[in-house]
């Protein structure tokens, strides 16, 4: 589990917004440019590569 204070500090590093936790836990999304990076083992993986784009 990402800690609320981690989130609070997390920016996505394309457009400097922050980032919100999806509902399962296992990515955050960036509200801005609808990037969405993966978590793995409880660590937010904030790569612009390993990022996805949401359609939606």
């Known amino acids: 589990m990402i800690s609320p204070d981690l989130l ?3 920016v996505c590093p394309e457009c400097k917004k922050s980032v919100a ?9 960036c509200p ?8 793995q083992d409880d660590i937010p993986i904030m790569l612009i ?5 949401d359609p939606a």
């Not at 801005?32 to 978590?39: A, E, L, T």
């Open 21 to 29: 936790l999806s509902a399962d836990g296992t990515s955050l999304k």
């Open 8 to 10: 609070d500090i997390l």
């Open 49 to 53: 590569d390993a990022a996805k784009i």
């Open 32 to 39: 801005q440019c609808r990037r969405v990076y993966p978590v």
